[in-house]
């Protein structure tokens, strides 16, 4: 290996650091459909957790390996402290993958050394190497991390890295952990990494970076110019606090601007050949399909995927864009798999055109989701008379989601109005089978059906979001509900599309009610251990 590769790694960690947001955990099938998502986006290395820290984690990295780290598929990898019964975990999780990486970290700034892991630098030093090569007696692939290294002193950081190296790590990351760097500082931590790791040619350079002050991707882009050659990211830029660099920007501003990027990589200025493996006509359905799981909802104004990233409002603006399309878009909106969002199906269509435009989309389901999401697609065709791709997609989504199926909405019903009291009645089909109807009288009609719905369900929560978004413009548009709520110290999401948006709100918090209750059933704790959120 050498940090002289003239392409970019992307190393995706939606499904471990970002699932570390509040609210954003998945289930295992979630965590697999976002899997098979990434790989056709065309990540190189997938994190898909951290197997130690619950046996539901262990499970769901066991899967993808199984399911999605297949010969020509991306390198499954793990996370894993420098300890050996994580290290296990994650080797014995990754069994089923062709390629399996474990990705083994300890903190080596010395506030994390005094306060949390109450240890000395000559001890960090020799648990990374005897982690290191710990790992590496299960597999090649070792990526090694000195966690808050963008803190630590960089003499001690460039001793660690050259023994991590030397122990065997095929990749070294350098974390900015708690978003601290300026993009000078963090490009500058790169070079002399460079200059002061004699073995540095055996490893290639990671970067990892969390967005407190809003620099993770512009970190990445200098880290980039100074030398780092593989980026870990995350889908919609969702993790810890403020969240991660965001894929989709690291690769749109490699692309867009790949001219001024080339001559970094040793290309020629002029070479008009991806820097990255990403197809980017994924990047908005993955985008999509990860907020539609984890709840965690995309800001309108977000850099390539939020709902306003390709429109222009003013009018001098669409005057240009309609003489010229260069006059004010940077970049075509087909390019991150935009379309024109065509009318494509009605209430006529049959499943084959159903199946045949799907595929078109991306979307390849079993043919049992097939059969749920025809029947959805036909009780929308019934209300609304043109079915566009945005429709399609919002349909897909919903029914692939895979909250747990324990409660389900039977019947909602609302009277409301300027001199009515809002009033609700619910029907919920219990997880025994058993029909349960009550009604609440709410300060509105969501508020009157969240209170029948708690009347039957019964499980103290406090509701902390709820935002609607219609997926088209129209009268007759499908809206989309998502919700969070909080129970004790845990908060969880729903989400649901429905073109009556009372339906899709009882939908989405019965989702949720479902993960909460699931949660409490399995008393899977989802506060997985301490050392995961990192
Ligand atoms: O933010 C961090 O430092 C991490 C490490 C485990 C790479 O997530
Ligand atoms: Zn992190």
Redesign the pocket.
Known sequence: MTNKTDRIIIFDTTLR?GEQCPGATLNIDEKLVIAKQLARLGVDIIEAGFAFASPGDFEAVSKIAEVVGTENGPVICS?ARAIKADIEAAAEALKPAVKGRIHT?ISTSDIHLEYQLRKSRAEVLAIAEEMVAYAKSFMTDVEF?P??AARSDPEFLYQVLERAIAAGATTV?I?D?VGYTTPSEFGAIIKGIIENVPNIDQAIISV?G?NDLGLAVANFLEAVKNGARQLECTINGIG?RAGNASLEELVMALHVRRQYFNPFLGRPEESQESLTNIDTRQIYKTSRLVSNLTGMLVQPNKAIVGANAFAHESGIHQDGVLKNKLTYEIMDAQLIGLTDNQIVLGKHSGRNAFRTRLKELGFELLDSELNKAFVRFKEVADKKKDISDWDLEAIVNDEIQQAPDLFRVELVQVSCGSNAKPTATVTLRTPDGEELTDAAIGTGPVDAVYKAINRVVNVPNELIEFSVQSVTAGIDAIGEVTIRLRYESKVFSGHAANTDIIVASAQAYVNALNRLYASLQTQQKPEKVSAQK?
């Open positions: 650091d996370l970290f991390s966690m808050d990351n974390p952990t990892h969390h810890e990192v």
